[in-house]
T-cell receptor, first 114, second 113 residues
């Protein structure tokens, strides 16, 4: 599985955009990048995923570099409720048995400052 | 559309007792995954099931743990003869198909005294 590297922690002022980086330099061409977050012991919440193109939904935007070796999750207007641990996960290619599981790292602890 | 449901939310057991954790997937989802989160650690995959089949149990301890997803009813994670080290949060996720996005439930927090 491709390994991901994320900063241990980050702060962001309320109302500003939160930009969370993820390095996945060993990613292969058909692996997806997924983002989840976990708010204080709750179940992980799916945020967004992408393969090559940038993606946007009602929660966030995902920017993937052209070489796909890194990505950035953007929360456009952070609120206090966005304080959580954010996990960047590279999902192995489909069609390979055993690749259905998600491998969670240590993530980035994002704190939104009032 | 209700999300993934898990019950109980909190479970206290004494050493040697059995723990049964239930997971009802989202409507239309037939794939269920169980993960465990030990205190101050990340989530670890345990088992992946489809209706009436265990697809991947590579993350599940070989002894005392079992999982099922019957044709009718919720998925059950069963832990026999619990020990203190089983104290953790157990999360269930579901997806509509293989390799599709997994959506997580709120978890069951097991405390073994």
């Amino acid at each position: 599985d491709a390994k991901t590297t994320q900063p241990t922690s980050m702060d962001c002022a309320e109302g500003r955009a939160a930009n969370l980086p993820c390095n996945h330099s060993t990613i292969s061409g058909n692996e997806y990048v997924y983002w989840y977050r976990q708010i204080h012991s709750q179940g992980p919440q799916y945020i967004i995923h992408g393969l090559k193109n940038n993606e946007t939904n009602e929660m966030a935007s995902l920017i993937i570099t052209e070489d796909r070796k890194s990505s950035t999750l953007i929360l456009p207007h952070a609120t206090l409720r966005d304080t959580a641990v954010y996990y960047c996960i590279v999902r192995p290619p489909s069609l390979n048995f055993g690749n259905e599981k998600l491998t969670f790292g240590t993530g980035t602890r994002l704190t939104i400052i009032p | 559309n209700a999300g993934v449901m898990q019950n109980p939310r909190h479970l206290v057991r004494r050493r040697g007792q059995e723990a049964r954790l239930r997971c009802s997937p989202m409507k239309g989802h037939s794939h269920v995954y169980w993960y465990r989160q030990l205190p101050e650690e990340g989530l670890k995959f345990m088992v992946y099931l489809q209706k009436e089949n265990i697809i991947d149990e590579s993350g599940m301890p070989k002894e005392r743990f079992s999982a099922e997803f019957p044709k009718e009813g919720p998925s059950i994670l069963r832990i026999q003869q619990v020990v203190r080290g089983d104290s953790a949060a157990y999360f269930c996720a579901s997806s509509p198909g293989q390799w599709e996005t997994q959506y997580f439930g709120p978890g069951t927090r097991l405390l073994v005294l």
